[in-house]
């Protein structure tokens, strides 16, 4: 089945500086991968997301790559604020499979 | 905030007990899936229901049922609870369309104790 690594487990950042979050897939038949952010205490919110058919996509300072060959996707955010502070999960999805299957999750800490 | 709503928000039970679960899917959702957070880990999949049926499950043993109500509710069921059940228990909804993979928007989840 699946398996998605996350790397690193917790990253801090001073404001205004970018952080990166890479996570590798095992499945080549994966073909959609969303983004989530967990706050304290909160169920996981979507952030961004990415199909096999497209390589980048940006939504203002958030942006994810995608790089099938090698079966891995990264999420960039750029500017950073204290308020992007939270843990964030990459997750993959087999077509035609129901479940999402997470990587172990990334505690993103922004200093000011 | 996403539409999806569960409860309760907090539940502590004892080994052994039963517990459910319910969650209400964002309109026009039609799919709803479960999944199991232990504490410091990604969700696990439970299962997913699509019109009332269930369409795919984890590696979750049969004590974790669930329902699907006509207007796409859902239940999760856990019967023997364990220690290890504790967890946060999430529901996500979606609208597939065409067997394309769509979006799953998550509710707040309820959080399990099991003592």
């Known amino acids: 089945g699946e398996n998605v690594e996350q790397h690193p487990s917790t990253l801090s950042v001073q404001e205004g500086d970018s952080a990166v979050i890479k996570c590798t897939y095992s499945?080549?038949?994966?073909?959609?991968f969303p983004w989530y952010k967990q706050e304290l205490g909160k169920g996981p919110q979507l952030i961004i997301d990415i199909r096999s058919n497209v390589g980048e996509k940006k939504d203002q300072r958030i942006a994810v790559t995608l790089n099938k060959t090698a079966k891995h996707f990264s999420l960039h955010i750029t500017e950073t604020q204290p308020e992007d502070s939270a843990v964030y999960f990459c997750?993959?999805?087999?077509?035609?499979?129901?479940?999402?299957?997470f990587g172990q999750g990334t505690r993103l800490t922004i200093n000011p | 905030e996403t539409g999806v709503t569960q409860s309760p928000t907090h539940l502590i039970k004892t080994r052994g007990q039963q517990v459910t679960l319910r969650c209400s899917s964002q309109s026009g959702h039609n799919t709803v899936s479960w999944y199991q957070q232990a504490l410091g880990q990604g969700p696990q999949f439970i299962f997913q229901?699509?019109?009332?049926?269930?369409?795919g499950r984890g590696n979750f043993p049969p004590r974790f049922s669930g329902l699907q109500f006509p207007n796409y509710s859902s239940e999760l069921n856990v019967n023997a609870l364990e220690l290890d059940d504790s967890a946060l228990y999430l529901c996500?909804?979606?609208?597939?369309?065409?067997?394309?993979?769509?979006?799953?928007?998550f509710g707040p989840g309820t959080r399990l104790l099991v003592l």
């Open positions: 997750a993959a999805q087999i077509q035609g499979a129901q479940k999402l299957v």
């Open positions: 229901y699509y019109r009332e049926e269930e369409n």
């Open positions: 996500a909804s979606s609208h597939p369309v065409g067997g394309r993979a769509e979006t799953q928007y």
């Open positions: 499945d080549s038949a994966s073909n959609y």
